[in-house]
């Protein structure tokens, strides 16, 4: 799952650690490791450590880097032969004749034309030493048998020809193109890669670390189901490590993106509520002038002051037609419709006229009803109330014009 990812340098990782297990008899063995990491400025080396033990490497390992491990010395043969034989077999019986494939490992390493170098090793030889390593807690990628991972940096040093502990190596075309031992010991070399000194001894536990970088393209690690194991377990422990950690930052910034929005929908909400409470009586007065208004609006169009006024000439038709014997004391034009009230707003009898006062005669005043319903402008005319209280004082009485507009 993810298998796209393993090819990431954040999956894969940094940093590294290169060991050279140097079989000294089947069950003795010297380590030399180099741990490299890769920054800025290129590939440096971080440490490096000869002749210690795999459980004093673990506990400095806290880290948990992957290792790639190359396993030289005795146990560990290697030939040049004829690489384009079809089948592992017939690659081993060049190297030991009549040995099964199925108690050797084997890796081959390529050359110009058709040859190549095939390096084999005792499978319980190196299986138990996965074992140890596994029993360590070591996470190892790969494994090389002999010197041939030196062909990863040989291009880096810009020799010819190189020493380890135990063997000179002539290259040609940076490929390994002749071994020959020096015995068990070799004199000290140093070569420079980049700035770095390194010695012979540490050169095959730099070049193995290096590889995590770069593989060399003409060499085949060793094939070990244990090995792949150990390498899925790895980058399947990384990408879980990276990809939750991604979730997690993910959610972080999510969750930190959602107070921000709330935080800020909260203050915009805070502030339009303040000032919808500090507008509120602006706004309350406003609907109670906009009341006003609509009142002070039907009476000015009811009391005809946008058309040409009439008020005077109503009066003056009044005023007119009233006989001798009525005498008028008051004339209303819209008058009211109760006594006002000061904790009520006016209200006003429009297109009415008011008239009030006094007769000797109730035939008088009948006479007069009569007469100013004869004018084109006036409709019913009614009488709102009449009391005499004999024929020899006058009569109080109250009538109502309707005007027809």
């Known amino acids: 799952m993810l298998n796209f990812l393993d090819k990431y340098p954040v999956i894969r990782g940094k940093e590294c650690l290169g060991v050279e297990i140097i079989f000294t008899s089947k069950e003795h063995f010297t380590v030399i490791a180099v741990e490299l990491v890769s920054e800025k400025d290129g590939i440096t080396i971080q440490r490096k450590w000869a002749d210690i033990t795999l459980e004093e490497l673990a506990k400095l390992n806290a880290k948990k880097l992957p290792v790639y491990v190359s396993v030289t010395g005795r146990g560990i043969i290697f030939k040049k032969v004829k690489h384009t034989l079809p089948g592992d077999q017939e690659l081993l019986n060049q190297v030991l004749p009549n040995a099964s494939v199925k108690d050797f490992h084997l890796q081959q390493s390529s050359m110009s034309g058709s040859e190549g170098w095939v390096a084999v090793a005792r499978k319980d030889l190196v299986e138990e030493l996965l074992d140890q390593m596994e029993q360590a807690g070591f996470f190892v990628l790969h494994v090389y048998l002999g010197p041939f991972i030196l062909e990863n940096i040989i291009g880096l040093i810009g020799k010819d020809s190189l020493h380890t502990l135990s063997h000179e190596l002539l290259f040609y075309d940076n490929l390994i193109s002749h071994i020959d031992s020096l015995g068990d010991v070799s004199g000290s070399h140093e070569y420079e890669i980049d700035g770095e000194l390194i010695n012979s001894y540490e050169l095959v536990a730099f070049a193995t670390a290096f590889s995590h970088f770069l593989m060399p393209p003409g060499l085949i690690p060793m094939e070990s189901g244990q090995v792949n194991q150990f390498r899925e377990e790895y980058l399947h422990k990384k990408k879980a490590s990276v990809v939750g950690l991604s979730i997690a930052v993910l959610f972080l910034l999510l969750t930190v993106g959602n107070l921000l929005v709330k935080n800020n929908i909260e203050a915009s909400y805070n502030e339009y ?133």
């Open 273 to 405: 509520q303040y000032q919808v409470l500090s507008k509120k009586e602006l706004v309350e007065e406003l609907g109670k002038l906009r009341e006003e208004m609509a009142v002070k609006e039907a009476f000015i169009q009811n009391s005809g002051v946008v058309r040409a006024s009439r008020i005077s000439y109503y009066a003056d038709q009044v005023a007119l037609s009233i006989p001798d014997a009525i005498r008028l004391d008051e004339l209303f034009i819209n008058p009211t419709e109760k006594r006002i009230n000061k904790a009520e707003d006016i209200a006003f009898l429009y297109n009415k006229i008011k008239v009030t006062g006094t007769v000797t005669r109730s035939i008088d005043l009948n006479e007069w009803i009569k007469h100013l319903k004869n004018h084109n402008w006036s409709g019913d005319v009614t009488i709102i109330s009449f009391n005499q209280e004999n024929l020899s004082t006058p009569g109080e009485f109250e009538i109502e014009i309707e005007i027809v507009t």
